[in-house]
């Protein structure tokens, strides 16, 4: 069964309950809200989109449909399609996301300087941090020849079981590379799936080498929406979201610390105003 299954027979049932507010494909990512206001995010593939002035070929309005019409594009071959499945995945994943940590992802894996890191994805807020422990660092990006500090990841293969400690992009779910990645993992005392298109559901990973999940929740579903239409990603998302992380396993536990747990706002809060 391959990942993308996975979310999608995991979350089936909990979206057919579910009714799309409103759903936007952005430059850079691309975000669903449920109708009473969880919102979810995936990262909107910049590579291998169809020629023409439509790139998504799925149903047209998005908003109004069952969540579950919408979860069903997650096992589609189209990465777009995969994207907006991912997105809504994550929606209804948001809702379960109140025990949390907010601490930094790398503090809980203790990178030690005989540890040789392999980021599969450039994270360049990480690369410093990782550098000052003295642990070795391999950055795989999707180029065709090295360049800047980059690894293509046609080398990956070769080089990824040297690695110690492996950080995976979630991008690796949307463009259907995650099931071949992980196989080069074996090595890994730790293997960190991260970034704004995490599933935050631990127990499909529970068999597989995955450790820890490294995601967001979003707190400000109109004025993320209204980010994510104008092209913004990442950087624009401070006071929008909340980078969260958590075990991966059937049965996760709790990493939060006092001050640290985290809930998701409902309709009726604040986090739902439009700004």
């Known amino acids: 069964m391959t990942i993308q299954q996975s979310i999608y027979e995991n979350q089936s049932k909990k979206a057919a309950g579910h009714k799309i507010a409103d759903a936007r494909i952005g430059l850079g990512y691309t975000a669903v809200m449920l109708e009473n206001g969880q919102t979810g995010l995936a990262c909107t593939p910049a590579a291998g989109l169809p020629q023409g002035c439509t790139v998504f070929k799925g149903m047209i309005p998005l908003a109004g449909k069952n969540a579950a019409d919408l979860l069903a594009f997650i096992i589609s071959a189209d990465p777009l399609e995969t994207c907006v499945g991912l997105a809504t995945a994550n929606a209804l994943a948001n809702e379960s996301a109140q025990y949390l940590d907010t ?14 890191v392999g980021m599969v994805g450039h994270f360049a807020p990480l690369v410093k941090t990782i550098r000052d422990t003295g ?24 080089r990824l079981p040297d690695c110690t400690i492996c950080l995976l992009t979630a991008t690796s779910i ?15 005392r730790a293997l960190i799936l991260l970034g704004a298109s995490t599933p935050m559901i631990p127990e499909i990973f529970a068999d597989s080498p995955v450790t820890s999940l490294s995601g967001v929740i979003v707190t400000r ?7 994510v239409s104008c092209g913004g990603g990442m950087r624009r998302f401070k006071g929008v979201i909340k980078k969260v992380n958590c075990p991966a396993g059937k049965s996760p536990g709790i990493l939060s610390k006092p001050g640290s747990r985290l809930t998701c706002p409902t309709a009726s809060e604040p986090g739902l105003k439009k700004t």
């Open 135 to 158: 642990a070795g660092l391999t950055i795989f990006e999707q180029i065709a020849a090295p360049a800047r500090g980059l690894v293509p990841s046609s080398e990956i293969p070769g």
């Open 103 to 116: 601490g930094d992802v790398l503090e809980k894996i203790r990178i030690k300087n005989t540890d040789h």
């Open 174 to 188: 949307i463009n259907h590379t995650f099931d071949e990645l992980i196989t080069h993992t074996h090595n890994c």
């Open 221 to 227: 579903p109109e004025a993320l929406l209204h980010i």
